[in-house]
């Protein structure tokens, strides 16, 4: 299901992306989207994950090198039946993280500086148990490959003004301007309709692989104020990427309620303290160390 879910999802972004080139070029247009898009899959499938860590300029967490991190991810992806992920750290202030990956066996778990630093062992564990629902659950994949095709159809409209003169194009200039609005408006409602599906089943997955769902509702609560008070710069730069962190990282050109990337946290929240008092206790999350903070 997870691979007929991706595949369908590979061939909406394709025709999209045929789409937009039939509007700014004709039929030669949409032809050599058509082969860019191929290329494309094939790249997504075997490169995403890593173009999405070197877009927000990720760097590997060695073992040991934060204090109780990989014991904690470890525990955690024992309890959810996974290998352990490798960890990757983003140099930014504000609290908030990600899973990428084609596959449970080449997954990685992306977390900020802002996050080890502000939220406690336990809350970490939880923002790691929901990272790693969404790698259990094959979320990563699509997410990482929705990323990718969003940001070249973006990338693809930026372009449209160049191929206004072509007298093969259907619409003329108007073709092209519709290109450059529709087109990222597309990519942007299939982020959103991806995400806010998936964000409330990996809540409620990785309450279930933590135990304790109230820590994972203690810091969505932290990672969401962080969120409205701290710019993520990369974040804001690869905005294609938004749909992937467990709390939409942008702020600084946040748009309306109607096309964001993922539900309202307080909704989130309140579904997790639901679920408090029905799960089971869970192991300790590791503690910080005496070497100093997570980061």
């Avoid at 802002?114 to 939220?119: H, S, T, V």
């Avoid at 959103?192 to 990785?206: H, K, N, P």
Wanted: glycine share 8%; with cysteine; charged share 15%.
């Amino acid at each position: 299901m997870p691979m007929l879910r991706t595949a369908l999802l590979m061939a909406a972004m394709t025709a999209l992306f045929m789409g937009a080139g039939w509007l700014m070029a004709g039929m030669q247009g949409a032809w050599i989207a058509l082969a860019v898009a191929a290329a494309m899959n094939v790249w997504t499938w075997w490169n995403s994950d890593k173009a999405v860590l070197r877009m927000h300029s990720a760097r590997p967490i060695a073992p040991g090198q934060v204090g109780g991190l990989h014991e904690a991810t470890r525990r955690m992806a024992d309890r959810a039946g996974l290998p352990m992920p490798a960890l990757y750290l983003m140099d930014t202030p504000q609290p908030n993280a990600f899973a990428t990956g084609r596959d449970p066996e080449n997954a990685a778990v992306a977390v900020t500086r802002g996050l080890l630093e502000r939220l406690s062992a336990e809350e970490v564990a939880a923002v790691v148990a929901h990272e790693l629902a969404h790698i259990k659950n094959r979320d990563t994949l699509i997410m990482t490959v929705t990323a990718t095709f969003a940001g070249a159809i973006s990338f693809l409209a930026n372009f449209g003004l160049m191929f206004g003169g072509r007298r093969d194009a259907p619409m003329g200039i108007v073709g092209v301007l519709a290109m450059m609005v529709l087109a990222p408006l597309s990519a942007v409602l299939v982020q959103t309709a991806i995400s806010r599906t998936r964000e409330y089943e990996a809540d409620r997955v990785g309450a279930e692989i933590c135990g304790r769902p109230d820590w994972l509702a203690s810091a969505l609560a932290k990672i969401a104020g962080g969120a409205r008070a701290i710019d993520n710069h990369s974040a804001e730069r690869s905005p294609a990427t938004a749909h992937m962190f467990i709390v939409n990282p942008l702020h600084a050109h946040a748009v309306d309620g109607l096309f964001s990337t993922h539900p309202p946290v307080e909704r989130r929240i309140a579904a997790l303290r639901e679920l408090t008092g029905t799960a089971s206790a869970a192991p300790a999350a590791g503690r910080r160390t005496a070497e100093g903070p997570w980061a």
